[in-house]
């Protein structure tokens, strides 16, 4: 089946510093992208659509600014948090749907990175 | 195997009961969540049962839990066309918030 990787894994970062997460499609392309965050002992909240070649559309409350996402390729998007604060810490998910396959929309997720900010 | 698992696909008629289900491996599972996606859009969730209930009804929607059989169900009544989207399970543990995903299910309403 389609796999999706995210890396880093885990990582931990000082305040005030920037951290990029990648997300991968690794055997299909994804012309569309999505980027989830998890809060603690809470339910998967959807930040962000991203689709190549153009600028991702934020949900509400999501400030644009501090999670850049760029989707510069069919097999690749980014989420940077910039200026990370500890309340950014938290398990950042992607999924990604497959363009390939006509009006499908399953859509496949990453295995997570766990972000903190200390 | 993987440790959420559901059915594929799932098909009913306008007006009947969809009941999709799924299965979880680690009996340490703390919250367990539906979530919907439509079209090109992404997860929205439906609701979440925390591991100590049985039941949760929310509308058209029951959420069943079998814990012993790691059992889990949603059942919606009176399925509308808007209701045909994939459905996917989830579910965090106790010793790690991290989220696990099943395949999802694609619910298909004909009228």
């Known amino acids: 089946g389609a796999v999706v990787s995210q890396h880093p894994s885990r990582v931990i970062c000082k305040s005030g510093t920037s951290v990029k997460i990648e997300c991968r499609s690794l055997?299909?392309?994804?012309?569309?992208m999505f980027w989830y965050r998890q809060f603690p002992k809470k339910s998967l909240m959807l930040m962000a659509t991203?689709?190549?070649?153009?600028?991702?559309?934020?949900e509400q409350g999501v400030e644009k600014d501090k999670f850049l996402i760029n989707h510069a390729s069919l097999t690749l998007s980014t989420l940077t948090v910039t200026s990370a604060h500890p309340e950014d810490s938290s398990f950042y998910i992607c999924?990604?749907?497959?363009?390939?396959?006509?009006?499908?929309?399953?859509?496949?997720f990453g295995p997570g990175t766990r972000l903190t900010v200390t | 195997g993987e440790d959420v698992e559901q059915s594929l696909f799932l098909s009913v008629r306008e007006g009947d009961s969809s009941v999709i289900n799924c299965t979880y491996t680690d009996s340490s599972s703390t919250y367990l969540y539906w979530y919907k996606q439509e079209p090109g859009a992404g997860l929205q969730l439906l609701t979440y049962?925390?591991?100590?209930?049985d039941m949760k009804q929310d509308q058209r929607l029951t959420v069943l839990l079998n814990k012993k059989d790691k059992h889990l169900s949603l059942r919606i009544a009176d399925t509308q066309t808007g209701d045909s989207a994939i459905y996917f399970c989830a579910e965090t543990r106790n010793n790690n918030n991290d989220m696990r995903f099943g395949a999802g299910t694609r619910l298909t309403v004909k009228p």
């Open positions: 049962i925390f591991s100590n209930m």
């Open positions: 055997d299909f392309q994804a012309t569309t």
């Open positions: 999924s990604a749907i497959d363009g390939e396959r006509g009006s499908s929309y399953e859509q496949y």
């Open positions: 991203s689709n190549e070649g153009s600028k991702a559309t934020y």
